[in-house]
């Protein structure tokens, strides 16, 4: 079936939701009854593929006990390696580039403590003013662990406008004195998507390293990390990967540089072949592996056997496809009906394809936190960020187009009732 043009109307809706060819997953998955889920990007929700996978590793722990580590079809000695390998392919990986472990703050330190390496004048980090603030924690952390002070050191692109970066200012920054760039691939307020092959040929033609937070990305928009030439990427598991609180999360590292020490070393870096002949030399594995630092967290990682296998079998470009027509759906809502004064909304996200990411930031001057928690009563779940940004996240695997039509009408519903309004 021919996809049908954009247009913002209820028809619209409906002939997209008929011709989406994703629509079956949503029967996979647990919908809060009565409610129109947006928050996909903050913690995406319960399929039953990913509650089997759970389940069966529950049984494992019952039949196996400790033999569940070496035995059966899915060893737990193996998570970290098994797991990176399924995200593997969507992110432009090889399958030993990725592992599964730890979470995206540690992560991050894991690599930075491998990857940031002052010589001479390259001493800098660069990164931006609009990044995740943890990614920034953790880059300061690791400058005053060196000795360096982060204050001089640290290095933060401006934004253009408070929602945005540009490409060219950042690749103007990539100056003698940086050792590396952390980037994120779509920035978690406006849900900008950057040009991260740019971003990395420019970082590498200065003779810079790069890293991403694909966090904001992963299971959302395709990447081409060996493609681009990244140098390495962290990101997490429980927003569009659906792997629930607490999911660990994944790392990237490129094959050239398997050979850097990883200095957060711990045991489960070392080469699966000798780790337990618990030697004090430690042997760091050949792979990405080698960043691994403790077991992994077996219970909390099973999910994503089920909920990676629906993102492989609905396929990357697909999910990407519906993503974006949902999410220019919704811009053509905003513009046609919520745009002009009393409603008084603006999109907040970049409106090129190539530049948006999977949400939609719509912006209010006055009393954006009232109209969300207002969303909230009406039964459809967005989020906040300060100070005027309500974050819409249509999702492809479980949202109809449908939804996103009634979500625009609560949101004129609550501008024409007053709903916003303090007291009201
Ligand atoms: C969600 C997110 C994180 C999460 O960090 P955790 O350590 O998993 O809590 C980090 N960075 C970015 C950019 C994110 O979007």
Known sequence: MPTPAIEPTEACA??????????????????????????????????????????????????????????????????????????????????????????????IHALMASFYRPEGRRVKILADALNFPTDIYALRGQLRLRGRDPGRDLALVPSVDGRTLDEERIAAMLTEEVA???????????????DMAFLTARAHERGVLVGFDCSHSAGIVPH????????????????????????????????????????????????????????????????AGRWQISSPAVLGSSTLRGSLAMIEEAGIEAVRRKSLA???????????????????????????????????????????????????ARGVVPDFRPPNVIRLCPS????????????????QAIIDGGEYRPGS
């Open 14 to 107: 409906l002939a997209l939701d008929r011709a989406d060819p994703l629509a079956a997953f949503r029967d996979r998955f647990y919908l809060p009854p009565g409610i129109i889920y947006l928050d996909g990007n903050s913690l995406g929700l319960l399929s039953r593929d990913a509650e089997a996978a759970l389940l069966q590793t529950l049984e494992d722990w019952k039949g196996r006990a400790i033999a569940g580590w070496f035995e059966g079809p899915r060893p737990w000695l193996g998570t970290a390696r098994e797991i990176g390998a399924l995200a593997a392919g969507m992110m432009g990986a090889a399958p030993d580039e990725v592992v599964h472990t730890a979470t995206t703050t540690v992560n």
């Open 326 to 376: 949902m999410t220019a759906y919704l811009v053509a809502l905003l513009d046609e009906h919520l745009a002009a004064p009393p409603y008084s909304f603006r999109v907040g996200t970049p409106r090129e394809d190539s530049r948006r990411g999977g949400h939609v930031a719509v912006e209010r001057d006055e009393g954006a936190e009232r109209v969300c928690e207002a969303l909230i």
């Open 396 to 411: 492809p695997l479980y949202g109809t187009f449908h939804e996103i039509w009634r979500t625009a009408g609560h949101l």
């Open 180 to 194: 590396l760039a952390w980037l994120p691939s779509v920035l978690y307020r406006s849900g900008q998507l950057l």
């Open 224 to 287: 081409e990390l060996d493609r681009w030439g990244v140098d390495c990427a962290a990101w997490c598991s429980y927003k569009y990967l659906n792997g629930g609180p607490g999911a660990s999360a994944f790392l990237y590292v490129n094959r050239r540089h398997f050979d850097r020490e990883p200095l957060l070393a711990g045991w489960f870096g070392n080469r699966p072949e000798t780790m337990f002949d618990m030697a004090l030399d430690f042997e760091p594995a050949p792979d």
